[in-house]
């Protein structure tokens, strides 16, 4: 690491703490050459492959933007959606690999927001699943009928 004072090549960490929730590497480091003190901040790179071969990192607001649209006239809040979004970094983060298809985004979406709101889902499940009839929403319906906890019914 260069000194951004002096441009000398080497540096040696004073200090090291974790921040933004774990995500990052705060490092306090000092100049052998000049004395002086900097901070440098350390992100594992999560990388996003289109379909088209093209990589670009991880974006949590691109998420956000994605499923906003999802949620109109929904009773979902900003909040929601940051939280939905930092869920879905994390599952992706858990995979363990640096190069995710941005299909396995697109799939670690759909369950958090089918606990968030189920219309929201099937809007974004139509446009993402590219249903193409009133059978292929029928079907996803269906599926969230069957999965759905169970009522209990009161007797009168």
Do not use: W
């Amino acid at each position: 690491m260069h000194c951004p004072y002096c441009r000398h090549d080497d540096s040696r960490v004073i200090d090291s703490r974790s921040s933004d929730e774990g995500q990052s590497i705060r490092r306090r480091r000092e100049c052998p050459e000049c004395g002086k003190r900097f901070t440098t901040s350390e992100t594992a790179t999560l990388l996003i492959v289109k379909r088209n071969g093209v990589a670009e990192q991880f974006s949590r607001e691109k998420v956000v933007t994605g499923v906003r649209r999802a949620c109109q006239g929904r009773p979902v809040n900003e909040d929601d959606l940051a939280v939905l979004a930092a869920r879905v970094e994390e599952s992706i983060r858990a995979t363990g690999s640096a190069e995710i298809p941005s299909n396995e985004v697109g799939l670690a979406i759909l369950g958090p927001l089918r606990e968030l709101d189920e219309v929201a889902y099937l809007r974004f499940a139509s446009v993402y699943r590219a249903f193409e009839s009133v059978a292929d929403f029928e079907l996803e319906i269906e599926g969230l009928r069957t999965s759905a906890p169970k009522q209990k019914t009161e007797a009168t």
